[in-house]
C-alpha cells in the first residue's frame, strides 16, 4: 500500500477500522499516522472511536512525549491493513489524530520504506506465516 509523506511530517495510510464481534457497523476508512515513537497499537479520539462498535476492555495511563500523563480507555477492535485483518488494541484519545504505533505495525508484521527525497511511502502487511525475504535467504545458506 501506498502512503503519503507530506512536507517533513510523519507518513498517513489508509486502513479500515471495526469492532470485534463481527461486522455490526460496516467499516469505516481511516487515514492514520504511522507514528514509530508510539508503542501501542491504534490511538484513536474518542468522539470517532464511539459508532465502531469497539469492546471496552480496560484502562491504562500513557506517558505523552511531552512526559505528560493521560488517562485512556483500552477497547478490542479489528484494523484492515489491505486485505489482511487483525484484532488490535486500541486506545482512545483526546487528540484529534488517529495514530498507528509499532504494536500496530509487528501485528501485521509489516515491511516499512520511507524516501524522503522522492516523498514516497510504502507499508507492506505480511501474512503471519510469510517470512520476509531476507529471512528465506537466511534459510537457504
Known amino acids: 500500500m501506498d502512503g503519503t509523506l507530506q512536507g517533513n511530517s510523519s507518513p498517513r495510510i489508509k486502513i479500515e477500522i471495526y469492532g470485534v464481534w463481527g461486522r455490526q457497523n460496516p467499516p469505516v476508512l481511516f487515514e492514520a499516522i504511522v507514528d514509530t515513537g ?3 497499537g491504534i490511538s484513536i479520539p474518542v468522539t470517532q472511536a464511539l459508532p465502531l462498535g469497539l469492546t471496552l476492555f480496560s484502562t491504562a495511563t ?9 488517562n485512556t480507555f483500552l477497547c478490542f477492535g479489528t484494523a484492515r491493513l489491505e486485505n489482511e485483518e487483525r484484532i488490535m488494541i486500541f486506545s482512545l ?7 498507528v ?3 500496530f505495525l509487528s501485528t501485521f508484521n509489516a515491511k516499512i520504506e520511507l524516501d524522503y ?23 537457504k545458506g
Open 117 to 139: 527525497k522522492t516523498k514516497t511511502f510504502l507499508i507492506q502487511p505480511r501474512k503471519p506465516e510469510e517470512k520476509p525475504k531476507a529471512d528465506k535467504e537466511a534459510d
Open 93 to 99: 484519545t483526546k487528540g484529534n489524530d488517529i495514530l
Open 62 to 70: 500513557f506517558t505523552l512525549a511531552d512526559n505528560s500523563k493521560e
Open 101 to 103: 504505533g509499532t504494536e
Open 38 to 40: 508510539f508503542t501501542g
